[in-house]
């Protein structure tokens, strides 16, 4: 039995929605604790919440969180959704962010001057969160994911499907009980792409899998 306990978490992050056979559709979230540790809290059905219920970037809530024994990392916790309180956000200011940062920032467990040093913590601890602040953005620019991302997506999707009728013996659960939000969920098939250097001069590429980013793509369009 996994043992929960109420904690305050700034909300810090959150990628785009995933389907998943489990539980349906989740997003990944980052948040701070009052002491500045790193957290990723897993799962959430963000888009199923009501509107009134949705926590933002750079908001406090209060939950019952515990950590997930089946996932190593330790920064990894499970949430008791239904025990989400949300708090006021903290506001943006024109000093660069200085109250965000100091909250964000406030551990230096889990920043590192390159992403050799954020490998080598990760070996030693299996640490999966970490700032890098990068020494240069070399490019910033759209990748068109492989054919084979797509069919995968489209795969998770009927098989999960199947599974809602199997267990539900209902050929009209999967239109009728999973909420519209589910069934609007496309497939993204281009990601920003950003080169850029660390301290140590070495060139890394990385994908932004940012719920904001995606959805200003879906919104906008690749070109603008």
Known sequence: MLAYEKRRVLIWGKTSPELSTKYIETVCTGGVLEDGTPIRLHPIPFRFFDEEDRFKKYQWITARIAKNPSDPRPESYRIDCESIELEEPVA?????????????????????????????????????????????????EIHV????????????????????????????????????????????????????????????TMQIMDWEGAELQRKVGDEK
């Open 92 to 140: 943006p200011d024109d000093n660069e962010w200085a109250n965000r940062r100091a909250l964000v920032f406030k551990s230096a467990s889990w920043q590192f001057e390159s992403v050799d040093a954020l490998a080598e913590a990760q070996s030693k601890t299996k640490q999966s969160l970490g700032i890098v602040a990068p020494k240069e953005i070399i490019s910033v």
């Open 145 to 204: 994911r492989p054919d084979e991302e797509n069919l995968s997506f489209d795969q998770k999707r009927e098989r999960l499907r199947k599974k809602l009728e199997a267990e539900q013996e209902e050929v009209w659960l999967f239109d009728q009980w999973v909420p519209p939000e589910m069934k609007k969920l496309d497939f993204l098939k281009t990601r920003i792409q950003i080169r850029w250097k660390c301290a140590a001069d070495k060139p890394h």
